[in-house]
């Protein structure tokens, strides 16, 4: 008798740090010699992207600069 395959979990989605919505993965960029793997996240909401080496970096607020 065939075993039943296991349910993939879902992982939380990224939250936008700007309006709270869900993030989707858009873009991979792969690690090449000795430069990281990139990962492009766009809002679903208010179109922000934002690229990161990993995903513990969006917990992190963006830092914006303003002109003074």
Do not use: W
């Not at 979990?9 to 989707?24: D, G, S």
């Amino acid at each position: 008798m065939p075993r039943k395959r296991k349910a993939k979990k879902a992982e939380p989605k990224p939250q936008c740090a700007i309006c709270t919505e869900p993030m989707t993965l858009k873009s991979v960029i792969p690690g090449a010699h000795i430069f990281p793997e990139l990962r492009t996240y766009q809002c679903t909401g208010c179109g922000n992207l934002r690229t990161v080496e990993d995903e513990s970096e969006l917990v992190i607020p963006e830092i914006t600069q303003v002109a003074a």
